[in-house]
């Protein structure tokens, strides 16, 4: 799908899902290499919608732009939704993880969970890092879902086990830098809404949740 049709795919279902409870009205941010486009919230609230890679780990200045804007008050309320694309986000790590296996390593693992392996882009390590405030509280990541014959549109969340040296842990995410390398998690799906949403700080919850 080409990136234009994805974006506008994923405004559209967030601002119909949204707009039930919030007053909605899009943005864009014109930044060198690419527009990043997002959702201001009844003016207290911004969704930043992740559809591709940013260049030159612009994601940052992208979010600290958001979380700086006059509109919205109080400052920091700025949540991130990625594109689930299986390509460049919620890219598929088993391959390495079963290998790392018959090494002998990550054995504490179950063939499922290794099937479950996902490599972050920069983008994804970025969004858990600030989504968790930036201190020892477990990542959680949101994606927007297209539908298809076996999926439905939606916003799915997870949970992120760490992989790394054949430990795990949830805790202990270090704030990722421009140019860091991409790392391997277990991603656990924990929650998948297509119902009407709203704002809870950072993230967008069923609405009276």
């Not at 002998?104 to 972050?120: A, N, P, S, T």
């Not at 968790?132 to 916003?155: D, T, V, W």
Request: hydrophobic share 35%; aromatic share 10%.
């Amino acid at each position: 799908m080409a990136d234009d049709n994805k974006i506008e795919q994923m405004k559209q279902f967030l601002i119909d899902r949204l707009s039930v409870s919030h007053d909605v009205t899009t943005g864009l941010l014109s930044m060198p290499k690419i527009d990043a486009s997002y959702l201001l919230v009844d003016k207290h609230s911004a969704v930043l919608l992740v559809d591709r890679p940013f260049p030159d780990w612009s994601i940052e200045k992208a979010y600290k732009t958001l979380v700086n804007d006059r509109c919205i008050n109080p400052p920091g309320n700025v949540g991130i939704i990625l594109y689930k694309d299986g390509e460049n986000f919620f890219k598929s790590d088993a391959k390495w993880g079963h290998k790392e296996q018959r090494k002998g390593r990550l054995l504490e693992y179950e063939h499922k969970d290794i099937g479950k392996l996902v490599q972050l882009a920069p983008e994804e390590s970025f969004a858990a890092y600030v989504l968790s405030a930036g201190n020892m509280l477990p990542g959680r990541l949101q994606y927007y879902q297209a539908g298809s014959k076996i999926l439905n549109e939606c916003i799915t969340q997870y949970t992120m086990t760490l992989v790394k040296d054949g430990k795990t842990t949830l805790l202990g995410f270090s704030e990722p830098i421009s140019g860091s390398q991409p790392q391997s998690f277990i991603l656990k799906h924990e929650h998948e809404f297509d119902e009407s949403l709203q704002m809870f700080g950072s993230y967008v919850v069923p609405r009276n949740a």
